[in-house]
């Protein structure tokens, strides 16, 4: 007994020293998830290799937010459906990722990222990972290593590239590169099973993709291959100065449920504000998010800048879409327009203040010309490069809205304060 109990010991303490030598190691060719990740957008690309054998990062994020919130809707309150939920103050969940990180080949790296708490579902559950490919040694040593060495070959099922929007976003509790609290109005984000391929030269990007657009996998047919592309500048200039400009373009030409703009199982940031009595976290997921409801064809446009000179920072976006869901004939259009500007300060950068501004316009199914806009302002506090607290206002406000919505002359005002660790 005493022989297993020390052979037990032994196999421990080998499993998680060489845990946390893995942990220190660096992993060639991915973004780190601490603050040096601020203002990475695309993976690295470095022919440059320190792959030995085979390591595991095991790494984590949690994310909470204090809400103090209050909403109104102009429409009548006498109607249960628009009758609004009675908001407080108090914390909202407490919500947690696992991330788990495999250097599996010189050049082959694997990503697979779990929810274990969100708002949206109480389980944990896979959100997503890819196996990203920046050398094909494997098939036979420098093979294609003229086009390897700029390229980047990633598969799986996860959020797509689309945009440079979803880089600056809260990934349920990943929340350091987001310097706000909540995301976009219209978020283009969803997880789908997709093959992307980069290109990456002397700060000129150039991707191609291919998904079916699904959240949700099955084998029904009716679905046609969406394809989405990008191509970019990104340059540091000097020391002081960087700029990137990119445009991206997606489209789904048939497919059986789109999930595009409501693809986020993790849900909004601004709990049941907006929303009726009878709401609910999980269901209501939702809360101040914009859906233009397209679920059956989509086009959609995105332009990025990005300038940071200094500490200054600016990063902007201009988006048109146009789709329709299955009971429509015709398509109808979406813009959004956001812009954040901000000062990085103190030491290594790590204090922040700022403010953005969002705004979408477009057509209902219903055939109403709506508009929405929302404004932050904040600021936020790196106490160390894995943890972060920040502090923001935000002001939401919504026009065109039928008088049966409980949207019409709607709005939302408050204050959210959220701590963040990733590792």
Known sequence: MKSTILKATALGAIFFSGLAYAQEQKFDNFSPKDQHGINQFE??????????????????????????????????????ATKLYNIGNNFNLPTANLDIDVALYDGVNLHLRTFLSSRHHNETYVKGGYL??????????????????????????????????HFRRSD????????????????????MVFAEVYYQRNGFLGMAGVTNGRLNQNATGGTSPSVYAKVGYDKQVNNDLRVRLTGSVYNAAQTQRL???DGDRAGSRYYFVMENAAATSSANFKSGQVVPDFKNKVTSFMINPFVKYQGLEFFGIFE???????????????????????????????LYLGGRYNMVKGELATKEDVEVSRYNIGGGWFMTKNIMAKAEYVSQKYDGYSPASILHNGK??????EAAISF
């Open 320 to 350: 048109t879409s146009s789709g329709r869901n299955f009971a429509e004939v015709d398509r109808r259009t979406w813009n959004q327009y956001g812009a954040e500007l901000l000062y990085r300060f103190g030491n290594n950068e790590n």
């Open 132 to 165: 990203q490919i920046d050398k094909l040694d494997f098939i036979k040593k420098d093979f294609l290593g003229d086009f390897m060495k700029y390229a980047t070959i990633k598969v799986g099922q996860d959020e797509i590239n689309y945009g440079d929007a």
């Open 412 to 417: 939302f005002n408050g204050f959210v304060l």
């Open 172 to 191: 349920n509790a990943y929340t350091l590169r987001n310097p706000f609290v909540g995301n976009y109005l219209m978020d283009a984000y969803a997880t």
């Open 259 to 261: 999930d595009f703009y």
């Open 43 to 80: 993976s690295p690309k470095d022919s440059i290799t320190t792959f030995e054998k085979l390591k595991v990062k095991v790494g984590g994020a949690f994310a909470l937010q204090f809400q103090g919130i209050k909403h109104e809707s102009g429409a009548d309150p006498s109607v249960p």
